[in-house]
């Protein structure tokens, strides 16, 4: 995936976790959201990844790499990454 598609994904994965968010927001807790709560986990893990691949295409291509070599890590490798 190019630069383009990793930011569209992610923009996304933003509009969708904003969604939920919202949801979660104005329904009452309880068992029902427990799908959403996942979800919300999972849009939270790609994201990691996502950004995290596109920091490293952008290295890659700023030190004369080839970005399309950058792979996505795992999520627990990535999770919590503050950059």
Do not use: F
Not at 9 to 24: G, N, P
Not at 59 to 65: D, H, M, S, V, W
């Amino acid at each position: 995936m190019d630069e383009q598609g990793i930011l569209h994904h992610i923009q996304s994965l933003v509009e969708e976790e904003r969604e939920l968010r919202e949801k979660a927001e104005a329904a009452p807790p309880g068992p029902a959201h427990a799908p959403d709560r996942a979800r919300l986990e999972r849009i939270e893990q790609d994201l990691d990844q996502s950004w995290d691949l596109l920091r490293q295409r952008r290295a890659k291509r700023q030190y004369g790499e080839n970005p399309n070599e950058a792979k996505p890590r795992p999520p627990k490798q990535v999770e919590g990454y503050t950059g």
